[in-house]
């Protein structure tokens, strides 16, 4: 019984990983996966084989998670623009302080205590307020929406080094 599921797990991250990443295969065994600029991740301790998570997944591509980022500001609180690093950043101003809402688990970017949190942040201070949504994949089961967040979290830091970088904030 153990190596069907092992099998069965295998060809499903095999499966699931987009067509232009690179899997990396140690002992014929999904240990770690590497997604380009995202980086690698790995299922090796602290993420996965301890008493806390015996079983651990991958996360998916972000492709398949869908990071998006949605911007508001005080000027702009009831029309969300989505910016990215591809694209432009609209109304942000990098004279503004910038803050970052990430909802979790089932939660929705449309959520109400998601937009009374950033209505409220809005109302009290004059700041870019960026909203990441990853609705795509927080859903079930819990295990594949827990290890997607560290893709979450990759995205987020190429996002933030981005303004960084070319914009000086």
């Not at 651990?56 to 990215?84: H, M, Q």
């Not at 970017?109 to 201070?125: E, G, H, P, R, T």
């Not at 949504?133 to 089961?141: I, K, L, M, S, V």
């Amino acid at each position: 019984m153990f190596f069907p599921i092992t099998v069965f797990f295998a060809c499903f991250f095999a499966l699931s990983a987009g067509a232009d990443e690179v899997l990396s295969v140690p002992d014929a065994r999904i240990f770690d996966v590497c997604y380009g600029e995202y980086g690698c991740f790995t299922i090796r301790p602290p993420f996965g084989a301890t008493l806390q998570r015996p079983i651990a997944v991958l996360p998916a591509a972000a492709s398949v998670v869908g990071t998006k980022f949605f911007l508001y500001t005080r000027d702009t609180r009831r029309n969300r623009t989505e910016i990215s690093r591809f694209t432009t950043l609209g109304p942000w101003s990098s004279s503004k302080p910038t803050k970052l809402l990430i909802h979790g688990f089932l939660e929705r970017a449309d959520s109400q205590w998601y937009i009374d949190m950033k209505n409220a942040i809005l109302s009290v201070d004059d700041i870019n307020v960026i909203m990441v949504d990853w609705t795509q994949g927080n859903g079930f089961p819990y295990d594949q929406a827990s290890a997607n967040t560290q893709m979450v979290g990759a995205e987020v830091a190429l996002f933030i080094n981005y303004l960084i970088k070319q914009h000086g904030s």
